[in-house]
């Protein structure tokens, strides 16, 4: 799953790398953080570049804290392919120039114009590790199925982080005069001026409950557009489960 990052980065083997070899693993790491990453200086790579020390996996784990990796150790393929991301983009920074003479490779005939998803693989451990890296950054909630999780991130950004979104949040909203003596406090606390303060909050509790009930509406369709996209079974001859 990472030959076509490591080829790019000119790895000495791509074809025959294998994440499960300890050593294979740990010499990787090495490699970028030497050749490409260089986050630390020369001198302070001794305990990642000590491969065989019993304390390379707390050096490892300092390390991906040290680039702001959004994964752990535990999670192996992942933290790897995002190493191998950041060493991509390092790359291009680097060489500029001669990427962007490069030719984009030709589209196939079939390929569909405006479907940037057409070829996508859910199953693929690139696909999975992307998804997930995103979820964590955007703080979305994990899920046994990818799609899901990408439908999720697509509403967020769609949502929240589109131009249009931005600039409606930081608009600044008006409010609209009120006259207290039309509402009816319901008690009277012996002064005026309490009385008024006590109306204002009244009011205004109002306008929070009704923006939370408006966020539970939401809430409630969105859970509705995934729940009701029924799987059809084509064995059973019916829709659903």
């Not at 080829?7 to 740990?26: C, M, S």
């Not at 933290?79 to 983009?89: F, I, P, Q, T, Y």
């Not at 490069?102 to 999975?128: Q, Y």
């Not at 929070?208 to 084509?234: C, G, S, Y």
Request: with cysteine; glycine share 6%; charged share 30%.
């Amino acid at each position: 799953m990472f030959r076509r990052k490591l080829t790019a980065l000119d790895y000495h083997n791509p074809d025959g790398f294998d994440i499960k070899d300890e050593t294979q693993f740990r010499n990787c790491i090495v490699w970028l953080e030497d050749q490409k990453i260089r986050h630390y200086k020369i001198e302070d790579r001794g305990n990642l570049r000590n491969i065989p020390s019993s304390d390379w996996p707390k050096a490892y784990q300092k390390y991906l804290q040290d680039v702001c990796c959004p994964f752990g150790v535990q999670e192996r393929q992942e933290a790897l392919d995002w190493l191998l991301g950041l060493a991509v983009r390092y790359e291009y920074g680097d060489n500029v120039e001669k990427y962007r003479k490069c030719e984009p490779l030709s589209a196939s005939g079939n390929t569909k114009a405006g479907d940037p998803l057409i070829n996508l693989d859910s199953n693929s451990p690139d696909f999975k590790a992307g998804v997930t890296a995103l979820a964590n950054i955007l703080k979305i909630q994990r899920h046994d199925d990818y799609l899901v999780m990408l439908k999720a991130i697509r509403i967020l950004i769609q949502e929240r982080l589109s131009p249009e979104a931005i600039t409606k949040a930081s608009q600044s909203k008006e409010g609209v005069p009120v006259a207290l003596d039309k509402h009816t406090l319901g008690f009277d606390s012996g002064d005026a001026t309490l009385n008024e303060a006590a109306q204002i909050l009244r009011l205004l509790h109002i306008e929070e409950l009704r923006e939370l009930q408006t966020k539970i509406n939401e809430a409630i369709v969105a859970v509705q557009a995934i729940i009701a996209d029924p799987k059809t079974d084509h064995r059973l001859g019916k829709v659903g489960r």
